[in-house]
């Protein structure tokens, strides 16, 4: 449905996102951030399957600037 943000996994009050990217893009991280405001959980991350070898971007909601949520 276009125009609607649902999240695709939630875990004990995390909302994990899995992908098979490249890499992680703004993008990945706005429709986190998206994911956060619509749940109201602070916590989010990203995960990439792509190499075979599990990364992760952990994202929270509110972190310094709203604008620049803290990426690690």
Do not use: C, W
């Amino acid at each position: 449905m276009i125009g609607k943000l649902i999240p695709d996994l939630i875990v004990s009050g995390v909302v994990v996102d899995p992908e098979v990217a490249t890499a992680f893009s703004p993008d990945h991280v706005a429709q986190m951030l998206g994911y956060l405001n619509i749940t109201g959980l602070p916590l989010g991350l990203l995960l990439d399957f792509r190499y075979g070898k599990l990364q992760l971007k952990r994202v929270i909601l509110g972190a310094v600037d709203e604008p620049n949520p803290l990426v690690l």
